[in-house]
């Protein structure tokens, strides 16, 4: 596997834990590719106090960043007694995502990995601002990433749309297969392909008494099956392993991935931002907050981020 030259991890200032480290140390091995730990630091009151001079505040920031480039130090060195090179990096940035966007195209990274984390009383995966922000703008895939291994011969669920006729979802559906059975290869993983159709709208077959609801769903399901198992055959990918199922994708995917106990959902997403993504989101972003396993995320090609060095 080389697509993973250069890894940035996102390292969360507010948790000990940091499976993200762990995991991105993993794929830098299978890759033999460089490893940076990033994180952004920032306190308003360095920077609206009065009573403080302009040398004194720099000062001040300097000495924060100094610690936390000390913590990040600590966490490496683990990481470098196992052989892999480990750069740390830290900023002084308001706003995280921009931070780590700007540094993972600095480096020209080839992955951004940040943990994710549960809420214990909800017993789901809590998805930060910073992680939203990401999935949205990152030009550069985004692995979100649990506190539990990857074992061997585990199983990673690759989301697509196959009713898409449009160069550009094909484009993006073959994009996140490709990546999937790379990502496969080096972990001895299983790749099992999900595609999600609508049912019978209630309304038609209210209106149209004479119309066949069972015949239409097995047609379209048909229809989804052998689009599907096309796109297996392109890639190499074992029939048994394409899963069609009648419902939304926010049901279906996550549904799927419990059923298979997937290590990994790979999924495009097509990152709208501003007010349409407020009000409308993404059919990806619906499935990834019902994701309670790894998730990577991938923009299509030619996509433009709002965040530029």
Request: proline share 5%; glycine share 4%; charged share 25%.
């Amino acid at each position: 596997m080389t697509q993973y030259k250069s890894i940035l991890v996102a390292v969360d200032p507010n948790h000990d834990a940091q499976p993200a480290i762990e995991r991105a140390a993993y794929l830098a091995q299978q890759s033999q590719g460089n490893l940076v730990l990033s994180l952004s630091v920032f306190d308003f009151s360095y920077e609206m106090t009065s009573m403080l001079s302009s040398d004194d505040r720099e000062n001040l920031r300097a000495s924060l960043v100094n610690q936390r480039k000390a913590w990040l130090e600590e966490l490496a060195q683990p990481v470098r007694e196992k052989g892999q090179k480990v750069d740390t990096h830290v900023t002084w940035h308001n706003r995280p995502y921009e931070s780590i966007i700007e540094q993972a195209l600095r480096i020209e990274a080839d992955l951004i990995v940040k943990s994710t984390h549960h809420h214990d009383k909800l017993k789901s995966v809590i998805f930060t601002p910073t992680d939203w922000h990401l999935l949205r703008k990152s030009p550069i895939p985004v692995l979100l990433v649990k506190d539990h291994d990857w074992p061997e011969a585990g199983k990673i669920l690759v989301a697509v749309n196959v009713a898409a006729e449009d160069d550009d979802h094909q484009a993006l559906n073959n994009k996140v297969v490709t990546q999937a059975l790379k990502l496969a290869n080096a972990v001895k993983a299983e790749v099992h392909l999900v595609n999600g159709y609508p049912g019978t709208p209630v309304n038609i077959a209210i209106e149209l008494p004479d119309f066949d609801a069972h015949a239409y769903n097995e047609s379209l399901k048909s229809h989804h099956e052998k689009r599907l198992a096309e796109m297996a055959k392109h890639h190499g990918i074992n029939e048994q392993n394409c899963h069609v199922l009648e419902g939304l994708p926010e049901d279906v995917i996550p549904d799927l991935a419990e059923q298979l106990d997937a290590e990994l959902v790979v999924i495009g997403t097509i990152g709208r931002t501003g007010l349409s993504a407020a009000l409308i989101g993404n059919t990806a972003e619906h499935v990834i907050d019902q994701l309670q396993c790894d998730l990577l995320a991938l923009k299509p090609d030619g996509f433009e981020s709002p965040i530029t060095l």
